[in-house]
């Protein structure tokens, strides 16, 4: 029989937000299904509502004619249901076989782990995706790219009938997302169903057979990919026609003094990097991933130790030991992965944007919270946080509101911030939020801040940076300014 699945009216309320509206719309077997929409239109909500992790209040989903209704995630992945979301499900200090065979270890009548058995049967699917890693590895001494890789082999291992990607490339490099294209396509001709989930449009053409797009939790439309275009999708997710994204930005004329100078900078991961960053400038860093960028930026924040080389901020020679001594000196990082390093997730806006300057809001031994509030209060209107008051937490935020807290974090009043580090800033945000965040790192640079701009999304880089450095396997192979660059340009120095 056909493997289909089909969502009927369903609708999910959380206090003060309808993520969820009688949402209807059908997936077969053996086609790739795009949902789009920007950050809050509730995709997430409706993955977790097929995974088990959510609960409808409203409508329900059929699978091949039988009406569902998962209260877990394991009566889904029972039912032949995988969701490989953003967010890692991972065990960091398991292998990758222990990983990926974690619900279904093979073992002897006596419970023991069949450890050649597991070897073999994780190297076979390694094997087919072509990565260099072993079933042995430890999944948190890999990277982030490769951690997403065992994330997608642990749903493919499942044999599943219905595999959901939510934003599955974000951390990927061009070569392993056509590992990953050419794994969804063996998995759509053997009749799979597939949910894929992406802000990259450029994804959403080359991979997907219809496109559904939801905006504020509604369904806006659903219509063949090849009959679309990507200004006709980017008008109906964000309700309105954003025009060029680029060619619409207000930028900085005037590029003022160096603040900031790195020479011959070395530790464990980089070597002689030497670089200056001016006042009122977006210096972007390109580069494949595992170049050294972020490395780069760590040391010079003091959450990586340094060998040797000189840092100079405003002139004077600096080493920072700790994060904290970079933050008072006016250094900022708004770090790669926002959930993991950038924010305390169960807390509150409020308590995220006041973190670094607690010492700075308070009253003799207490936080003055009328003085906490209305800095946050100030970060959400500055950012157009979309939040019913700084109470939310955090948690609870889309993608592109959480990251526009951390800049509201890092632009305070009360911190003197003259270098702003934005590492991947833009990762898993939709292309409205995007063009947003895009004008406020050109506002920064107005605003005198010298910005660092890391993205591996190369349009962004060319687009947005005043110069941009190129780096490969720890070294910076060359620099160019935005009006020599070109894609095939910087591609060549990031490959050398």
Same mark, same amino acid.
């Given at each position: 029989?056909?493997?289909?699945?089909?969502?009927?009216?369903?609708?999910?309320?959380?206090?003060?937000?309808?993520?969820?509206?009688?949402?209807?719309?059908?997936? @077969?077997?053996?086609?790739?299904?795009?949902?789009?929409?920007?950050?809050?239109?509730?995709?997430?909500?409706?993955?977790?509502?097929?995974?088990?992790?959510?609960?409808? @209040?409203?409508?329900?989903?059929?699978? *091949?004619?039988?009406? &569902? *209704?998962?209260?877990?995630?394991? %009566?889904?992945?029972?039912?032949?249901?995988?969701?490989?979301?953003?967010?890692?499900?991972?065990?960091?200090?398991?292998?990758?076989?222990?990983?990926?065979?974690? +619900?279904?270890?093979?073992?002897?009548?006596?419970?023991?782990?069949? &450890?050649?058995?597991? &070897?073999?049967?994780?190297?076979?699917?390694? !094997?087919?995706?072509?990565?260099?890693? +072993?079933?042995?590895?430890?999944?948190?001494?890999?990277?982030?790219?490769?951690?997403?890789?065992?994330?997608?082999?642990?749903?493919?291992?499942?044999?599943?009938?219905?595999?959901?990607?939510?934003?599955?490339?974000?951390?990927?490099?061009?070569?392993?997302?056509?590992?990953?294209?050419?794994?969804?396509?063996?998995?759509?001709?053997?009749?799979?169903?597939?949910?894929?989930?992406?802000? /990259?449009?450029?994804?959403?053409?080359? #991979?997907?057979?219809?496109?559904? #797009?939801?905006? @504020?939790?509604?369904? $806006?439309?659903?219509?063949?990919?090849?009959?679309?275009?990507?200004?006709?999708?980017?008008?109906?997710? $964000?309700?309105?026609?954003?025009? !060029?994204?680029?060619?619409?930005?207000?930028?900085?004329?005037?590029?003022?003094?160096?603040?900031?100078?790195?020479?011959?900078?070395?530790?464990?991961?980089?070597?002689?990097?030497?670089?200056?960053?001016?006042?009122?400038?977006?210096?972007?860093?390109?580069?494949?991933?595992?170049?050294?960028?972020? +490395?780069?930026? /760590?040391?010079?924040?003091?959450?990586?130790?340094?060998?040797?080389?000189?840092?100079?901020?405003?002139?004077?020679?600096? /080493?920072?030991?700790?994060?904290?001594?970079? #933050?008072?000196?006016?250094?900022?990082?708004?770090?790669?992965? /926002?959930? +993991?390093?950038?924010? $305390?997730?169960?807390?509150? #806006?409020?308590?995220?944007?006041?973190?670094?300057?607690?010492?700075?809001?308070?009253?003799?031994?207490?936080?003055?919270?009328?003085?906490?509030?209305?800095?946050?209060?100030?970060?959400?209107?500055?950012?157009?946080?979309?939040?019913?008051?700084? %109470?939310?937490?955090?948690?609870?935020?889309?993608?592109?509101?959480?990251?526009?807290?951390?800049?509201?974090?890092?632009?305070?009043?009360?911190?003197?911030?003259?270098?702003?580090?934005? !590492?991947?800033?833009?990762?898993?945000?939709?292309?409205?939020?995007?063009?947003?965040?895009?004008?406020?790192?050109?506002?920064?640079?107005?605003?005198?801040?010298?910005? $660092?701009?890391?993205?591996?999304?190369?349009?962004?880089?060319?687009?947005?940076? !005043?110069?941009?450095?190129?780096?490969?396997?720890?070294?910076?192979?060359?620099?160019?300014?935005?009006?020599?660059?070109?894609?095939?340009?910087?591609?060549?120095?990031?490959?050398?």
């Amino acid at each position: 029989m056909e493997q289909y699945i089909e969502f009927k009216g369903v609708s999910k309320a959380f206090p003060g937000v309808q993520a969820l509206k009688d949402v209807s719309f059908r997936v @077969d077997g053996g086609k790739v299904i795009a949902l789009l929409g920007e950050n809050g239109a509730g995709k997430s909500t409706l993955l977790k509502i097929l995974s088990g992790n959510l609960i409808p @209040d409203e409508g329900n989903i059929v699978i *091949c004619g039988t009406e &569902k *209704c998962y209260t877990t995630p394991h %009566e889904a992945i029972k039912d032949g249901i995988s969701v490989i979301y953003q967010e890692r499900q991972l065990v960091p200090l398991l292998s990758v076989a222990e990983n990926i065979f974690i +619900e279904d270890l093979p073992r002897t009548r006596f419970g023991h782990v069949k &450890k050649k058995e597991l &070897k073999r049967k994780t190297q076979q699917i390694i !094997d087919e995706f072509a990565l260099p890693i +072993e079933p042995g590895s430890i999944v948190g001494s890999l990277s982030v790219a490769y951690q997403q890789m065992v994330e997608i082999m642990k749903a493919y291992r499942r044999n599943s009938d219905i595999i959901c990607f939510d934003e599955p490339t974000a951390s990927l490099t061009d070569t392993e997302i056509n590992i990953l294209f050419r794994i969804i396509n063996e998995l759509k001709n053997k009749g799979k169903g597939i949910i894929y989930v992406s802000h /990259r449009l450029a994804e959403i053409f080359r #991979i997907a057979d219809d496109i559904v #797009i939801l905006k @504020d939790g509604s369904l $806006v439309k659903t219509l063949k990919t090849s009959e679309a275009t990507e200004q006709q999708l980017i008008s109906l997710m $964000v309700g309105r026609d954003i025009g !060029d994204t680029y060619a619409n930005l207000k930028r900085n004329d005037t590029v003022g003094e160096v603040v900031l100078e790195v020479k011959n900078l070395r530790n464990r991961a980089v070597r002689d990097v030497s670089f200056q960053l001016h006042r009122g400038e977006v210096l972007g860093f390109a580069g494949l991933v595992g170049a050294g960028r972020t +490395e780069v930026m /760590r040391a010079i924040f003091g959450a990586d130790p340094i060998e040797s080389g000189e840092i100079y901020l405003r002139g004077k020679r600096v /080493r920072f030991k700790t994060p904290t001594e970079a #933050i008072e000196n006016g250094i900022a990082l708004c770090p790669e992965d /926002r959930k +993991e390093q950038g924010l $305390v997730l169960p807390r509150s #806006i409020r308590d995220n944007i006041s973190i670094p300057v607690l010492l700075k809001v308070r009253r003799n031994l207490f936080l003055d919270r009328k003085k906490e509030n209305s800095l946050a209060v100030e970060g959400i209107r500055a950012y157009d946080i979309k939040t019913p008051s700084a %109470e939310k937490i955090t948690l609870e935020l889309s993608g592109g509101n959480q990251q526009k807290v951390i800049l509201a974090r890092w632009t305070s009043a009360l911190l003197d911030t003259d270098v702003l580090i934005l !590492d991947e800033p833009t990762k898993g945000i939709d292309v409205g939020t995007k063009a947003e965040i895009y004008q406020m790192v050109c506002d920064l640079a107005r605003n005198g801040k010298g910005v $660092v701009f890391i993205s591996s999304e190369l349009t962004e880089v060319l687009n947005l940076s !005043d110069r941009i450095i190129v780096m490969h396997n720890g070294k910076i192979t060359g620099e160019v300014t935005r009006q020599e660059a070109t894609e095939e340009s910087v591609l060549s120095l990031a490959m050398i």
